[in-house]
């Protein structure tokens, strides 16, 4: 922030006033279940939706403020190959130490701020799935 604050000081006219603020990270975690063809295996579906969805939940793909779309989320479950259904979609905050993984300590409620298919983060905040391969948990009903 030091560095920002230089550069940008540089630049700026005597009457302007920058502030530089840190944003909250929000931990999530995804859990969801699907139902597959029965010809499909179970693994290599979940595998090939937690591929995609670590793709998606990339941080190089959020900015601050930005809402999770849940019918992207939705879309980039179903189409994948095998999927027939979306029996459960939800998220978590995950914040804290949980299993040696160590989470920002903020404390957020998902479920309190979804409105019109939209979950989105508190103001100034960013939504990060820190650990992918433990946090986004596939089932297969």
């Known amino acids: 922030k030091q560095n920002l604050s230089v550069y940008l000081n540089e ?13 909250s990270v929000n931990n999530i975690g995804l859990q969801y ?7 499909a295996n179970s693994n290599t579906a979940i595998n090939l939706i937690n591929a995609r969805l670590i793709d998606y939940f990339d941080i190089k793909n ?13 879309n980039i479950i179903l189409n994948c190959n ?13 914040a804290g130490i949980d299993e040696e993984r160590i989470y920002s300590n903020f ?4 479920s309190r701020n979804i409105d019109r298919g939209l979950l989105f983060p508190p103001p100034g ?3 990060e799935i820190r650990y ?9 009903l």
């Open 132 to 140: 992918p391969n433990d946090d986004i948990v596939g089932s297969v």
């Open 107 to 110: 404390r957020y409620s998902p």
């Open 11 to 23: 630049s700026r006219l005597i009457s302007d006033a920058i502030d530089i603020l840190d944003a």
């Open 125 to 127: 905040g960013i939504f």
């Open 82 to 94: 095998g999927v027939i259904s979306l029996l459960s979609l939800k998220f978590l905050n995950i």
């Open 62 to 74: 959020f900015q601050i403020d930005q809402p999770i779309l849940l019918g992207e989320v939705e």
């Open 33 to 39: 279940s699907v139902t597959i063809e029965a010809t």
